[in-house]
T-cell receptor, first 113, second 108 residues
Framework: DTEVTQTPKHLVMGMTNKKSLKCEQH?????MYWYKQKAKKPPELMFV???????INESVPSRFSPECPNSSLLNLHLHALQPEDSALYLC????????????FGPGTRLTVT | AQRVTQPEKLLSVFKGAPVELKCNYS??????LFWYVQYSRQRLQLLLR??SRESIKGFTADLNKGETSFHLKKPFAQEEDSAMYYC??????????FGTGTRLQVFP
């Protein structure tokens, strides 16, 4: 399996809801990433997990909570989001940090109403 | 601060014409640079990394540290090259910084 998978593909949630985005890879990669991509903008890094430990948090609001239960899974827990959080959320993985190729998932299209 | 600049939002060429997508970066150390591509309805994927110095799908990119540039070039564009191209910089840590992207349109 050489792909990063993300579920769900689309998510619509209200501002009081709690939901989670899921990301999975079975390539033995030890670094995993969450990015946020607004329309017609480049991906912006949110979080990095390296060897299942959070190594980078790009000053993301606490309403976004990442979790890495094991080396293959990455979750992003969402709570009390704002409409401006609507975006495409991309997950990526790489063999190791920084200098390795990042493999991207197809993304979850999130709409906050 | 580290930054990646892609001055062209859109580049339109005819099939068979040469293509150059510009990328400039600001970083005082030794960066690692990449070109990522996103074809229509497909996921973002790596096209080139400077360290490997290879040609992929006819594209090449040379790191010019003096001009802090990493332009992507192809001598003869094909219609299937139409896509969004992002230049990206990685430095020291796990961070990957993307440029704003250039949409390449290749007309028949």
């Amino acid at each position: 399996d050489t792909e990063v998978t993300q579920t769900p593909k689309h998510l619509v949630m209200g501002m009081t809801n709690k939901k989670s985005l899921k990301c999975e890879q079975h390539m033995g990669h030890r670094a995993m990433y969450w990015y946020k991509q607004k329309a017609k903008k480049p991906p912006e890094l949110m979080f990095v997990y390296s060897y299942e430990k959070l190594s980078i948090n790009e000053s993301v609001p606490s309403r976004f909570s990442p979790e890495c239960p094991n080396s293959s899974l990455l979750n992003l827990h969402l709570h009390a989001l704002q409409p401006e959080d609507s975006a495409l959320y991309l997950c990526a993985s790489s063999r190791g940090p920084s200098s390795y190729e990042q493999y991207f998932g197809p993304g979850t299209r999130l709409t906050v109403t | 601060a580290q930054r990646v600049t892609q001055p062209e939002k859109l580049l339109s060429v005819f099939k068979g014409a040469p293509v150059e997508l510009k990328c400039n970066y600001s970083y005082s150390g030794s960066p690692e640079l990449f070109w990522y591509v996103q074809y229509s309805r497909q996921r973002l994927q790596l096209l080139l990394r400077h360290i490997s110095r290879e040609s992929i799908k006819g594209f090449t990119a040379d790191l010019n540290k003096g001009e802090t540039s990493f332009h992507l070039k192809k001598p003869f564009a094909q219609e299937e090259d139409s896509a969004m191209y992002y230049c990206a910089l990685s430095y020291n840590t796990d961070k990957l910084i993307f440029g704003t992207g250039t949409r390449l349109q290749v007309f028949p």
